[in-house]
């Protein structure tokens, strides 16, 4: 059972149906649509949606569509597939944008109140007399309008009649109460911009303090969970529901976000990286977005356990990014099927093995899985070994390839090195061996022991392809008093390389999840395969020194 671990907000909704607060436990997700969803909100999806599940209650999926300048319909549709992928389907899909009409009635409701003014000043001005922690807020010489002035003046905000940041809307609380959130929050702001959904209708936008207490009770929601942060607004969120006249009461509870190592999580600054080219876009497989895990190979599985693992709670905690990659190896272990590739080439001739010959041999198709079967692989006078598994002058140890010793080929036969040919340059370019076809793998050989065991691919039906290996974009390592996470980006965050697969892999299609042998788990890499270019990604490597 995902959802069997209890946290502080199960323990609320399970008082809150005992008691008959709620009958139906309604949560929403609420993206702003305003850049593609990263793993952060993963934890909230996940919350939002396994709590309504948990109980026979619902989920909406809410666009937070209240700033009309970063909105797009891109960042709406990605945000949808997105939240489908992780595997959650919303009971309704409501945009915040559909109700201005209702918030702007509220807004009407509160200046006849009395509860809100309309303030001349400007934002610099408001900011100032705003006070600080330690010093109160001044009253704006606007404070004491009349209603019917106030009423006449955000008619005519909202008629277009003035310019952005010319007026705004406040709500009249407290210009000296200790929580700041409550001197007087802006209401409506003018802003001359089109709507990703409302066009040009309007020219005064709610804010987003005041508009999401709206949006929860519109909708029934009852409990509204979102990140710490917000917890200095609660206040200021149930005097919205109280002073509006909202007939739902939801109330807002907060937990703590998720953090990950080695990566930077906020909208803005993923949009500048994105921006400023430093990644080929929001999929980017270097992206912590869901997008980017996507392609790179991650499972909505193995990101729901990872989520679950890192709890609920209400402290600040950094997870580990190596958790990340346990789970995913975890999960494709038994799935992936495994299979050798090259991803730095280096030929070996067979020289005893017959020119014009070929043999089929047969292999795993995963060691630890017997039900996935086995393939068959060709093997022939000429083969590709790794660059690395060969030495010509081996330090101790080294128990690959080198002159006058013998290893295993995987799948196949033990071969020795007896010579190697040389390009002007003294770069090695090819190693003549010779094989010995009584060691072949399955025949129960067991006259002589070897060491070493490489992989290799047969040269003359090997599939070109190439190779992409990660490293984190962001390093935590590199960081210094003051410095912008731009100054920790890892120049060295995608190394590409050009190998061989075996030629079962011909029709390998993007998203294919595979372990190459030795080199770890890779994903058929969905923008840049086409035909015969053929792009892997590295999802991981194999080994790990973290345990859960
Ligand atoms: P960002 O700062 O990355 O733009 P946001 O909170 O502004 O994040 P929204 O689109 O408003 O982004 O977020 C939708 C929901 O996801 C909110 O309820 C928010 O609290 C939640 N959320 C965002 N980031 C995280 C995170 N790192 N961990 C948990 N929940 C998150
Ligand atoms: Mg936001
Ligand atoms: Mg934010």
């Known amino acids: 059972n995902p959802s069997a671990s209890s946290h502080f907000i199960k323990n609320i909704v399970v008082e809150d149906l005992k008691s008959g607060k ?36 619902r989920t909406h999926l809410r666009f937070d569509d209240t700033n009309p300048v970063k909105e797009d319909v891109e960042f709406v549709e990605s945000i949808k597939e997105d939240v489908r992928w992780l595997g959650f389907e919303w009971d309704g899909l409501y945009f915040a944008s559909d109700y201005f009409e209702e918030m702007y009635r509220r807004a009407v409701l509160l200046i006849k109140k009395g509860k809100a003014y309309v303030d001349d000043q400007s934002a610099e001005e408001m900011r100032i007399n705003r006070g600080t922690l330690t010093e109160p807020g001044q009253n704006s010489p ?3 309008r009349s209603a019917e002035e106030n009423l006449d003046l955000f008619e005519r905000m909202r008629s277009g009649e003035f310019k952005d ?5 406040r709500a009249k609380i407290d210009m000296a109460s200790p929580n700041i959130n409550l001197r007087d929050p802006a209401l409506y702001r003018i802003s001359h911009a089109t709507h990703h959904n409302t066009g040009d209708k309007w020219c005064i936008y709610p804010m987003y303090t005041y508009a999401h207490p709206l949006e929860d009770a519109i909708e029934g929601v009852t409990h509204s969970i979102c990140t710490l942060e917000f917890e200095d607004q609660r206040p200021f969120y149930d005097w919205v529901i109280e002073e509006c006249e909202m007939e739902n009461k939801p109330k807002q509870y ?39 895990l996507r392609r790179k190979g991650y499972t909505p599985e193995s990101i729901r356990t990872f989520v679950r693992e890192t709890g609920v709670a209400r402290s600040y ?9 346990y789970f995913i190896r975890e999960d494709l272990k ?24 070929a043999e089929m041999l047969e292999a795993e198709n995963n060691s630890e899985n017997a039900e996935m079967g086995s393939r068959q692989i060709p093997f022939s006078r000429e083969i590709y070994i790794e660059q690395d598994d060969f030495m010509e002058n081996p330090p101790n140890k080294y128990f690959r390839l080198f002159p006058g010793n013998e290893v295993r080929l995987k799948n196949a036969y033990f071969i020795k090195c007896n010579d190697i040919v040389k390009d002007a340059d003294g770069r090695v370019t090819e190693v003549h061996c010779t094989y010995d076809p009584e060691t072949k793998s399955g025949s129960g050989f067991t006259g002589r022991k070897v060491k070493g065991t490489i992989h290799w691919v047969e040269a003359s039906q090997a599939l070109p392809a190439e190779f992409r290996l990660y490293e984190p974009l962001i390093m935590d390592d590199a960081k210094e008093e003051g410095d912008s996470f731009l100054d920790r980006i890892n120049p060295n965050s995608l190394e ?48 790990s020194s973290f345990e859960l």
């Open 254 to 292: 907060e937990f703590a976000r998720l953090n990950i190592t080695n990566t930077v999580m906020s909208k803005r600054f993923l949009r500048q990286i994105v921006e400023e080219s430093i990644v080929d876009g929001w999929d980017d497989p270097r992206m912590p977005t869901i997008s980017g």
């Open 165 to 169: 940041g010319e007026r705004v809307l």
């Open 317 to 325: 905690s950094v997870a580990d990014e190596k958790m990340l990659e």
């Open 142 to 144: 606007y404070r004491d």
């Open 496 to 543: 590409v390389l050009h190998g061989y697969v075996e030629p079962n892999m011909k029709d390998a299609k993007p998203h294919d999840k595979l372990q190459l042998f030795r080199h770890g788990y890779f994903n058929v890499d969905p923008k840049h395969t086409a035909g015969d270019k053929r792009v892997y990604n590295r999802i991981v490597s194999l080994k």
């Open 334 to 357: 038994l799935k992936a099927p495994r299979t050798m590739a090259v991803l730095r080439p280096l030929k070996v001739v067979i020289t005893n093995y017959p020119e014009g010959q």
């Open 22 to 57: 709620v009958n139906q436990v309604v949560t929403r997700f609420p993206p702003e649509p305003n850049g593609y969803l990263h793993i952060g909100h993963a934890k909230s999806i996940l919350l939002n949606f396994e709590l309504a599940d948990e109980f026979n209650g």
